[in-house]
T-cell receptor, first 116, second 115 residues
């Protein structure tokens, strides 16, 4: 597609439910990143993929969080047993190449997750 | 670990005027990359300008320029001839070289542009 697409745009869920957030990167981009933006805060790195593998998942806050990427394209971030502190905007970004000064991230518009 | 501090939660500027947004960071690395991103209400982060630490010359992109003071660990953004479309959240970010784009962000500055 023309840009990074994320769905849903907004998600309201009840505490304890599982949620899946989807990211469709720009076609041909090998790298895919997930960031979280809590209210009034900057973005916080969660995980990144190079192809289908995740060399760095150090930002995932707990084992309730997991992510996968299939076919070198679409990625899904799954949060199990959601808690109120999981409420945030989850942003996805993709890039053509990993690393180096010239790596440029293209961001989606994010998923606003609200846990009641 | 690196930290990025933006001490101005909100700034305001009149259309056509110049405004400077502040950013300081803490690191023990000698080479690194610094970025300014803009986040409009659409939530999509847009790269405004970037700077590599070992390059002495300050980066410029049209109306946007930076004042990079490596010794002071300061990286401010100057917006000249401000336009209504510049109104947004602005985030300063840090990245170590040789790695993927695992960025460390500041908490942002909300810029208002008035007529």
């Amino acid at each position: 597609g023309a840009g990074v697409s994320q769905s849903p745009s907004n998600k309201v869920t009840e505490k304890g439910k599982d949620v899946e957030l989807r990211c469709d990167p720009i076609s041909g981009h090998t790298a895919l990143y997930w960031y979280r933006q809590s209210l009034g805060q900057g973005l916080e790195f969660l995980i990144y993929f190079q192809g289908n593998s995740a060399p760095d998942k150090s930002g995932l806050p707990s084992d309730r969080f997991s992510a996968e990427r299939t076919g070198g394209s679409v990625s899904t971030l799954t949060i199990q047993r959601t808690q109120q502190e999981d409420s945030a905007v989850y942003l996805c970004a993709s890039s053509q190449q990993v690393g180096g000064y010239n790596e440029k991230l293209f961001f989606g518009s994010g998923t606003q997750l609200s846990v009641l | 670990a690196q930290t990025v501090t933006q001490s101005q939660p909100e700034m305001s500027v009149q259309e056509a005027e110049t405004v400077t947004l502040s950013c300081t960071y803490d690191t023990s690395e000698s080479d690194y990359y610094l970025f300014w991103y803009k986040q409009p209400p659409s939530r999509q982060m847009i790269l405004v300008i970037r700077q590599e630490a070992y390059k002495q010359q300050n980066a410029t992109e049209n109306r946007f320029s930076v004042n990079f003071q490596k010794a002071a660990k300061s990286f401010s953004l100057k917006i000249s001839d401000s336009q209504l479309g510049d109104a947004a959240m602005y985030f300063c970010a840090y990245r170590s070289p040789g790695t993927a784009s695992k960025l460390t962000f500041g908490t942002g500055t909300r810029l208002q542009v008035t007529l």
